[in-house]
């Protein structure tokens, strides 16, 4: 899929979401939702996810993680960039969690945060 073309929403609408192939691109795009308060939604374990991200940058196994709240009554969940795929912003837009903790212990470097 090439970047910037319209993507098929799990519910069959049509949006017009920026996608990802470069690793820098899906940098760019983690750090852009997570200021913007703007959804992502991806394939991770080979299952359609969307989240609300809070927290991305580097966790204490030197990954690049995103923390984020996966709508859909999963909750938090940290996931690990490098299994990412098909990354899409979303059109929502959100506030933070009240339960968001920014002090999560797991992330040692932080890149962007709510």
């Known amino acids: ?22 690793r820098s691109g ?16 991806f ?11 809070h927290l ?7 990954l690049e ?3 984020a709240y996966q709508i859909g009554g999963k909750g938090w969940r940290l996931f690990h960039v490098h299994e990412i795929s098909r990354l899409a912003l979303g059109s929502d837009s ?5 339960d968001f903790k920014s002090d999560d212990k797991e992330i040692t470097q932080v890149y962007a945060e709510v």
Do not use: C
Not at 1 to 22: H, I, P, Q, Y
């Open 1 to 22: 899929m090439a970047k910037g073309t319209d993507v098929k929403l799990m519910d069959g609408r049509f949006s017009a979401m920026r996608v990802s192939n470069r």
């Open 26 to 41: 899906v940098h760019r795009l983690i750090v852009r939702a997570v200021r913007e308060g703007r959804t992502l939604t």
């Open 43 to 53: 394939w991770y374990h080979g299952e359609p996810t969307t989240v609300e991200p």
């Open 56 to 62: 991305y940058g580097v966790d204490t196994k030197g």
């Open 65 to 67: 993680a995103l923390g």
């Open 94 to 98: 959100f506030r933070p969690q009240s």
